[in-house]
């Protein structure tokens, strides 16, 4: 290297860092692809868990008021409990298109 002139040093180092700059633009990008994946994994997860909370809310609903009408006899009772089956009905079908598995299970525990 002490042989070449200043100019092909110059040359060959300005390759050599055009070359770790090309490789950490690719690893950087890389990591980014895979971060972004994440990303996306998480906005359906959450996506997933919202729907759960809402089925989870409408059940609650539909126990409270089949307490309340089983405690008073109110047709007010009556049609909320109904709203409130209508309900966990529609969040766990929409939650069921995610997790099958899960909703069958809710479904067999609600039914005993």
């Known amino acids: ?3 070449l002139p ?3 040093r110059l040359i060959l180092l300005s390759g050599v ?3 770790f700059l090309f490789a950490t633009n690719l690893y950087l990008n890389q990591r980014l692809a895979e971060n972004s994946a ?4 998480a906005v359906t997860l959450l996506g997933v868990i919202r729907k759960a909370n809402d089925a989870q809310h409408a059940f609650g609903d539909m ?3 089949l307490t309340d009408l089983a405690v008073s006899l109110l047709s007010t009772s009556e049609q909320k409990a ?3 089956r209508e309900e966990t009905e529609r969040d766990l079908e929409r939650l069921a298109q995610r997790r099958p598995e899960a ?6 525990s609600r039914e005993l």
């Open 38 to 41: 994440g990303m996306a994994k």
């Open 103 to 108: 909703v069958a299970a809710v479904r067999r």
């Open 17 to 19: 860092l055009l070359f």
């Open 63 to 65: 126990r409270y008021w």
């Open 1 to 3: 290297m002490e042989r």
């Open 82 to 84: 109904a709203t409130a």
């Open 6 to 8: 200043i100019r092909t």
